[in-house]
């Protein structure tokens, strides 16, 4: 008997009620060129529009390629994701949400290269552009403190956040078993957690081009308040991950938690409407600084990520 031949490369995609991207984001996987093996594993969790129709007419264009489980009930964002990732069965993982797309049709093709002459590599990432829901461009998640050419990424930097948010879509990974603890199936969104499982793996690479357009629009997942109950859902969410990684890095953990804090914190006075108490909770912060181990340095990003342009 044959045995079945794996392709190199999957793409996990992941959607819900998404019938005005879809179409968008599975050409965009389509359109990638390169000289290697693909598979399109989709996770449909449960559509009620038209998204289902829309992905069975590109898996009877591309049936060899287009790998779609469609639910027959909800199983919600991070259940989907972990079922869709433990279905693919390529070498390496890209990613991609159903309402996002890649812009550059090499991607694949410039990650793999590095990733395959970069053995201790566990994954590579990208820049990325936001995009409204008509995919004008917003910004582009610029490089700051010192990311302007392609380098590796302590872990460390990623946990404490000293690097722009790595977006999911850009990323190209190794594929691992990883044991999803039964946490992390209820997190509002695991994409940073599961950059510090794949970073816990090997080396972390940044390529400084943009190959992926994130849209935000109001369904967006990120798209919610800085709420105190989000902040201490974050929190708790990074406690748990410090015990799951068996408190190698509880000292980067900390100051994460400390960013998460002040991010609040500055939140909380820039929505404040009444002059005496916006003083009050600005010198607050002042002071806090200090105590939570952030220079003002990092209060410029906080004021940056506040105002919206991430």
């Known amino acids: 008997m044959n045995s079945i031949k794996k392709p190199l ?31 399109i594993v989709i996770g449909n969790d449960a559509s009620t529009d ?11 264009i591309h049936p060899q390629v287009i790998k779609p489980i469609h639910h027959k009930e909800n199983i919600g964002m991070m259940n989907n994701f972990i079922d869709t990732y433990r279905r693919c069965s390529g070498v390496y993982i890209a990613y991609l949400e159903g309402d996002d797309y890649w812009t550059d049709p090499l991607k694949l093709d410039k990650q793999i290269s590095i990733l395959i002459d970069n053995p201790l590599l566990s994954f590579c990432f990208t820049d990325v552009i936001k995009v409204d829901r008509n995919g004008r461009d917003l910004v ?13 990424i302590p872990l460390k930097e990623i946990i404490e956040a000293k690097i722009r948010k790595i977006h999911i879509g850009t990323i190209l990974s190794k594929r691992y078993s990883f044991d999803f603890p039964q946490w992390y199936r209820n997190v509002l969104a695991g994409d940073f957690i599961f950059t510090i499982m794949l970073g816990d793996k090997g080396s972390v690479y940044y390529l400084n081009h943009v190959t992926c357009a994130y849209r935000k629009h109001e369904k967006s997942v990120t798209n919610r308040p800085f709420s105190y109950n989000y902040y201490k859902h974050l929190k708790e969410i990074y406690l748990k991950s410090d015990s799951f990684f068996e408190n190698k890095y509880t000292h980067n953990f900390d100051k994460a938690i400390n960013i998460l804090k002040a991010q609040y914190n500055l939140n909380k006075f820039q929505q404040e409407k009444v002059f005496i108490i916006k003083l009050w ?3 607050l ?26």
């Open 9 to 39: 490369l999957s793409v996990s995609l992941i959607t819900y009620n998404q019938e005005n991207y879809i179409a968008e984001a599975l050409q965009s996987i389509i359109n990638q060129k390169g000289n290697f093996e693909l598979e």
């Open 50 to 60: 038209g998204t289902k129709e829309i992905i069975e007419k590109y898996r009877k």
């Open 140 to 152: 582009k998640f610029s490089d700051y403190r010192g990311l302007d050419k392609s380098q590796i």
């Open 281 to 283: 909770r600005f010198f």
């Open 285 to 310: 912060l002042l002071f806090e600084l200090p105590l939570l181990y952030i220079s003002f340095r990092d209060l410029f990003w906080l004021l940056r990520k506040t105002k919206g342009t991430e």
